[in-house]
């Protein structure tokens, strides 16, 4: 295991803790105590604040300590600048793509129309090294102001130096990212592209619900898939996004036609990172569904999702297995899609299939879906404690 994937394990479990519902309260009162950011290095550092508010304060000692002795024993390679970023020639687009996240279902159509030629690239390596003039002065100028602040540094740092080398290979006139709504060095970066002549972009990858962590976002222009968003953005968590623009990615667009298909399940149900607690639930649930007669499946979210315990709590013929049922056949064999808060429930919408939300597993979940604006409430969708009656 490399030093990323250490990191990620460190941390990824109190960023996307499934076992404790949010405080909302305390999100909107920990808000409104930050400061009004005069400038990108002072939103940077509010977001910075917001994702600490997840991590616990002895996790963030280490890490802190941690950054401290990194940046210590880079300083030589952090200082060792590879000159001005090139003159910006041309209309280029770059989207840098994600390892484990699809963009071709959700890339915005306007982007594709207006950048036929559109560079999608790899990840290059993460490091420290090769800063710009430009990306170096952004990094001193943060130093300067929060010199104690060592993992916020290292996170912005690290940013930098990789649009460094994106722009100095490829020489975009804009680049899109995704997956990037809770990246503390995005003001920073957007500060970067917009001072040379250039645009950082960004778009939706899945519906979002309310998070603190995503507050203080600042791009050129962000690409959402419903109007609601620009409110939750703007006036919830504080984004100072110059551009919003609403999309309809492929993903939301009707293609597949299944109102002409013969349902085979009763029910799927579409697990999106849900507790502990609510597989078991939905296990007893589900094993009086099917003695009743009703066939039904759980699909198991590719990146967030229990499997082991999926793989405990239900038989194995009722799990469907991602990597091999592709989403217009998992949709197009059940009558009704299940769900908590996945945005599966909305392509069901858009397909005319049953959307039902998940109101029986994690009942707090549920009542706080619609504070954290979940988008599907907004359209026609079932409740998972009607269908249950009524069949």
């Given at each position: 295991?490399?030093?990323?994937?250490?990191?990620?394990?460190?941390?990824?479990?109190?960023?996307?803790?499934?076992?404790?519902?949010?405080?909302?309260?305390?999100?909107?009162?920990?808000?409104?105590?930050?400061?009004?950011?005069?400038?990108?290095f002072?939103?940077?550092?509010?977001?910075?604040?917001?994702?600490?508010?997840?991590?616990?304060?002895?996790?963030?000692?280490?890490?802190?300590a941690?950054?401290?002795?990194y940046?210590?024993?880079?300083?030589?390679?952090?200082?060792?600048?590879?000159?001005?970023?090139p003159?910006l020639s041309?209309?280029?687009?770059?989207?840098?793509?994600?390892?484990?996240?699809?963009?071709?279902?959700?890339?915005?159509?306007?982007?594709?129309?207006?950048y036929?030629?559109?560079?999608?690239?790899?990840?290059l390596?993460?490091?420290?090294?090769?800063?710009?003039?430009?990306?170096?002065?952004?990094?001193?100028?943060?130093?300067?102001?929060?010199?104690t602040?060592?993992?916020?540094?290292?996170?912005?740092?690290?940013?930098?130096?990789?649009?460094?080398?994106?722009?100095?290979?490829?020489?975009?006139?804009?680049?899109a990212?995704?997956?990037?709504?809770?990246?503390v060095?995005?003001?920073?970066?957007?500060?970067l592209?917009?001072?040379?002549?250039?645009?950082?972009?960004?778009?939706?990858?899945?519906e979002?619900l309310?998070?603190?962590?995503?507050?203080?976002?600042?791009?050129?222009?962000?690409?959402v898939?419903?109007?609601?968003?620009?409110?939750?953005?703007?006036?919830d968590?504080?984004?100072?996004?110059?551009?919003?623009?609403?999309?309809?990615p492929?993903?939301?667009?009707?293609?597949?036609?299944?109102?002409?298909?013969?349902?085979?399940?009763?029910?799927t149900?579409?697990?999106?990172?849900?507790?502990t607690?609510?597989?078991?639930?939905?296990?007893?649930?589900?094993?009086?569904?099917?003695?009743?007669?009703?066939?039904c499946?759980?699909?198991p979210?590719?990146?967030?999702?229990h499997?082991?315990?999926?793989s405990?709590?239900?038989?194995?013929?009722?799990?469907?297995?991602?990597?091999k049922?592709?989403?217009?056949?998992?949709?197009?064999?059940?009558?009704?899609?299940?769900?908590?808060h996945t945005?599966?429930?909305?392509?069901?919408?858009?397909?005319?299939?049953?959307?039902?939300?998940?109101?029986?597993?994690d009942?707090?979940?549920?009542?706080?879906?619609?504070?954290?604006?979940?988008?599907?409430?907004?359209?026609?969708?079932?409740?998972?404690?009607?269908?249950?009656s009524?069949?």
């Amino acid at each position: 295991m490399g030093i990323k994937e250490i990191y990620k394990s460190f941390i990824i479990g109190d960023i996307k803790n499934t076992e404790v519902e949010p405080d909302v309260d305390a999100w909107e009162r920990f808000l409104a105590s930050l400061p009004e950011p005069k400038d990108r290095f002072e939103e940077a550092y509010n977001k910075y604040r917001c994702r600490l508010e997840y991590v616990p304060a002895n996790k963030t000692r280490m890490l802190n300590a941690a950054a401290f002795a990194y940046l210590t024993a880079k300083k030589p390679v952090i200082r060792n600048t590879r000159g001005r970023l090139p003159a910006l020639s041309g209309t280029k687009l770059l989207l840098e793509k994600k390892k484990d996240v699809d963009y071709h279902d959700v890339i915005p159509p306007e982007l594709l129309a207006d950048y036929p030629d559109m560079i999608a690239a790899d990840p290059l390596p993460s490091g420290c090294g090769e800063l710009s003039d430009e990306a170096y002065a952004l990094y001193s100028e943060l130093s300067r102001r929060y010199p104690t602040e060592f993992y916020f540094r290292l996170f912005v740092l690290k940013e930098l130096s990789l649009h460094s080398r994106y722009i100095r290979k490829y020489n975009p006139s804009v680049t899109a990212v995704y997956v990037n709504e809770r990246n503390v060095a995005g003001p920073l970066l957007t500060e970067l592209y917009e001072s040379t002549g250039r645009r950082l972009v960004s778009f939706m990858h899945g519906e979002y619900l309310l998070q603190m962590i995503q507050a203080y976002m600042d791009f050129s222009e962000f690409f959402v898939w419903d109007g609601m968003y620009i409110g939750m953005f703007r006036d919830d968590l504080n984004c100072r996004i110059r551009k919003y623009t609403v999309t309809v990615p492929k993903k939301l667009t009707k293609k597949w036609h299944l109102e002409d298909r013969e349902p085979e399940y009763f029910c799927t149900y579409y697990f999106s990172g849900e507790s502990t607690a609510s597989v078991r639930k939905l296990a007893e649930v589900f094993k009086k569904l099917e003695e009743s007669g009703r066939k039904c499946l759980v699909r198991p979210h590719p990146r967030y999702s229990h499997l082991e315990l999926i793989s405990e709590c239900f038989d194995a013929h009722m799990i469907e297995d991602p990597k091999k049922i592709s989403m217009e056949e998992s949709l197009g064999r059940t009558r009704y899609a299940v769900g908590l808060h996945t945005t599966v429930l909305r392509e069901a919408q858009v397909e005319g299939r049953g959307a039902v939300i998940d109101d029986i597993s994690d009942p707090p979940q549920f009542r706080n879906l619609k504070r954290r604006k979940f988008v599907v409430l907004n359209g026609e969708h079932k409740l998972l404690s009607e269908i249950i009656s009524d069949s």
